[in-house]
């Protein structure tokens, strides 16, 4: 009985079908591209930035066996964390735990503390200064940018935060976000882009074209280079 043997297209049809799924597979449940669209993570994170994001670490598990046998990580103060923007789920959002469940927050002075805490924040970004306390007590609006608070963290949900703080639309604005929102953590940031602002609004399929000849133009005297490869934190 004569050997079976594979043709040359069909082992190149196969592979490229698991390539394909494998592809796939990495792209659904382990990493996602994220592209930086505004300045609300400003200075650590640029406009233009692109990173990695490890949607692995916060899977969710469906057993306690799971738990034990897979490297899912909690989710900690300080984190830097991709999600389902709550008022608009099919956009994602980029910003860095601060609250968690259980805990109390407010901001006092733009500062923020957790459970009466001041909490250490060598990351956040401030545009205008903080009021005096006379400041504040002469002023009849209530700027959550300024003061906000206390509120407690409920169960499952989480209170998040810009780096830029007086320009960043966060919890403090649109209040918690829960668990299930949460797509992954950010871990790396592998090209860093300065494009012109142009490049970040809504545009027909020539004003797209025009972008990709701008990037493609402009790669080598645009790209931050000293951003390369570098770990969020």
Known sequence: MPEFKKST??????????????????????????????????????????????????????????????????????????????????????????????????????????????????????????PSAADLQEVTSFDVRDRYGPVTVPPDQYFVMGDNRDNSQDSRYWGFLPRGHIKGKALLLYWSYDADASDYQPADATGMVKRALSVFTHFFTRTRWDRMLHQIR
């Open 9 to 130: 297209a069909r082992e190149y049809f196969e592979s490229i079908v698991i390539a394909v799924i494998l592809a796939l597979f990495v792209r659904t449940f382990v990493v996602q591209a994220f592209k930086i669209p505004t300045g609300s993570m400003e200075e650590n994170l640029l406009i233009g930035d692109h990173l990695l994001v490890n949607k692995f670490v916060f899977g969710p598990t469906a057993s306690s066996l799971e738990r034990a046998l897979l490297p899912i990580g909690a989710i900690h103060r300080r984190d830097v964390i991709v999600f389902k923007y709550p008022e608009e789920p099919d956009r994602d959002f980029i910003k860095r735990v601060i609250g968690l469940p259980g805990e109390t927050v407010e901001l006092r002075q733009k500062k923020v503390y957790i459970n009466g805490t001041a909490l250490d924040e060598p990351y956040a970004h401030y545009l205008q200064p903080a």
